[in-house]
């Protein structure tokens, strides 16, 4: 894992972006249940999703316990600037229906790697979802290159 932050230390790192349909906020442990129901009840889906690459979500699942610490571990990378995830909100109720991953590139170091997902019964926010977060990233944040793949 990179100790280093991806964006300079003067830079006010984003606490939402809101866009039709949706709403993204940091991820964190308050997300739990709901994040651990929406990839769960969408593992092949988001296994499909372009650009998804890896061994997450696993196809057994998590538990409740281990799905936390995945949370703390995203959060923790949060505060310290080496990577940003936001979970992906229905603006209507709360509920998790995505995230968003924004990361350094271990294939590329000075580019920024980012990857989505939202929950099956959500797919027509994908494409939406991904024009919104790349905007956004061109518009709002310092980074270099960023690879996202297209919806």
């Known amino acids: 894992m990179n100790d ?3 964006v300079p230390a003067d ?11 949706f709403r993204l906020e940091p991820l964190g442990e308050q997300h739990n249940t709901s994040d651990l129901l ?7 889906h988001i296994h499909a999703t372009p650009g998804w690459t890896g061994t997450w979500p696993p196809g057994e699942g998590m538990s409740p316990e281990q799905n936390r610490a995945d ?3 995203h959060a ?5 600037r080496r990577g940003f995830t936001y979970t992906v909100l229905d603006p209507s109720d709360g509920e998790v229906i995505g995230c968003v991953y924004i990361y350094p590139d271990s294939e590329h170091p000075s580019a920024t790697k980012v990857s989505s997902w939202v929950r099956a019964d959500r797919a027509h ?4 979802l991904y024009r919104a977060v790349a905007g ?3 518009e709002a944040w310092p980074l270099r290159e960023v690879r996202y793949t297209p919806r």
Do not use: K, N, Q, Y
């Open 76 to 80: 923790a990378d949060f505060e310290h």
């Open 4 to 6: 280093h932050p991806l």
């Open 136 to 138: 956004w990233l061109a």
């Open 38 to 44: 929406a990839w769960t009840s969408s593992i092949d």
């Open 11 to 21: 830079f006010t790192v984003p606490r939402e972006l809101v866009a039709e349909g």
């Open 125 to 128: 926010l994908d494409a939406p």
């Open 71 to 73: 949370l703390r571990r």
